[in-house]
């Protein structure tokens, strides 16, 4: 039986291969029910607007994304003044990998938003370092960062008028892990992740792979969200690079290394409208806050400023989002924010919170209460944290409001 465990107190790993599996997890007596979750519920100065695209797309209006990322490492103080990534669509994704000095400050979460080629779509994700393969002397952040880098530059370089394939999130996703398992620098490691497209013409596409997700805001409600893949209670799936040796060791000693695909990610498509917002992340802010708090936090924002506007009739989603999405002057300390940054960094603190409170239950602490009740776990779990915030905006949706009066 593992020792009791609590905030801060490192997990135990299930014995896998050579007595490793690249996943904290909990001891295992019997078969355990897929992990299912309750409902969960880099700084520039302002936000620039998506260029038009050179080619209609038949749509009546165009669709343009800001986007705004905010991250944590785990056990270092958050300040949401730095710690904060504001997409700027015009600046040049760079090509390489970065060097690990340039990395944001997240730990082993990892995140990019590149546009894809010179349209208005925009790529974007999510990628959870496994910090399972620390116990083999391996950077759990040396695949998911670079994992992101690739995935940023293969968008940010997409042409398909050159013969390439349409870029899908799947796709993007392959891209990515490819190039991760090309580079020579990467000999072990894994992540989840979750990657999207949104297009210009209002489609989104998912490829969601582990225990990063997402939830989609409309309204004021949680309009749809991603159910984690998992192999086991905390479990998650994940795309890895398995050294030979351990490959070799897993077949004299028996024992299997988890290796998913991306073929193996669910994806999904949605419409977006107006005023939507994406909300994706990793474990550290699903496994301490439900759905339902993220709702909060974005709705407070988008009502107190304006974005959304209460009325009889419910929520209504103010004509131009411009003023909101480009830069905001709320006080002195915020005259650099946007509405974007500004629900980001609200998520990533709320996250950041909870996960040191030892006496708030999360969604982490009830699954862990339902499936091993023995282990008297209560509170958040601390984690490194990571979000993308992005709001959609529907070019024209002025214009077409005003020829209607």
């Known amino acids: 039986m593992l020792s009791k465990i609590h905030n801060g107190v490192p997990f135990k790993y299930l014995i896998a291969s050579f007595q490793h599996q690249p996943r904290p997890t909990f001891p295992r007596t019997s078969p355990l029910p897929l992990r299912s979750r309750p409902i969960r519920t880099f700084s520039v100065q302002s936000i620039l607007r998506l260029p038009d695209s050179k080619a209609q797309t038949g749509s009546r209006h165009k669709f343009t994304y800001d986007a705004a990322a905010s991250f944590s490492a785990k056990h270092k103080d958050f300040n949401a003044a730095t710690h904060v990534f504001h997409f700027n669509p015009y600046n040049r994704i760079q090509t390489q990998k970065r060097p690990k000095s340039k990395r944001p400050a997240s730990g082993q979460d990892a995140f990019f938003i590149s546009r894809v080629g010179e349209s208005n779509a925009v790529a974007f994700g999510i990628a959870d370092g496994v910090g399972g393969w620390e116990d083999s002397g391996v950077d759990p952040a040396d695949f998911s960062h670079s994992f992101c880098d690739y995935m940023a530059s293969a968008a940010y370089e997409h ?174 300390a915020q005259r650099s924010s946007t509405l974007q940054s500004v629900i980001a960094t609200d998520i990533a603190a709320a996250a950041k919170t909870a996960s040191k409170d030892r006496r708030s239950d999360g969604p982490f602490a009830k699954e862990v209460q339902k499936y091993y009740p023995e282990e008297d776990w209560h509170g958040g779990k601390v984690d490194d944290i990571c979000v993308i915030v992005v709001i959609v905006s529907e070019e024209g949706k002025q214009q077409a409001i005003k020829s209607k009066l």
Request: hydrophobic share 40%; net charge negative.
């Open 159 to 332: 042409k398909p008028d050159a013969g390439d394939p349409t870029l899908t999130a799947r796709s993007l996703m392959q891209r990515g892990f490819d190039d991760v398992c090309r580079d020579g620098s990467i000999h072990a490691g894994g992540s989840t992740a979750s990657i999207a497209i949104a297009s210009e013409d209002g489609m989104l596409e998912v490829a969601n792979l582990g225990d990063s997700g997402f939830v989609h805001l409309r309204l004021n409600a949680v309009h749809s969200y991603s159910e984690p893949q998992t192999h086991a209670f905390n479990t998650p799936y994940q795309l890895s690079i398995v050294p030979a040796s351990m490959l070799a060791r897993a077949a004299v000693f028996g024992g299997a290394q988890l290796c998913d695909y991306p073929r193996d990610a669910d994806v999904t498509q949605h419409t977006l409208k107006h005023g939507d917002i994406l909300i994706f992340a990793s474990d550290g802010v699903w496994d301490n806050l439900f759905n339902q708090d993220v709702l909060r936090l974005a709705s407070r924002r988008m009502v107190s400023l304006g974005a959304w506007k209460t009325s009889d009739g419910g929520i209504l989603v103010a004509d131009d989002l411009k003023p909101f999405t480009q830069s905001l002057a709320e006080d002195s």
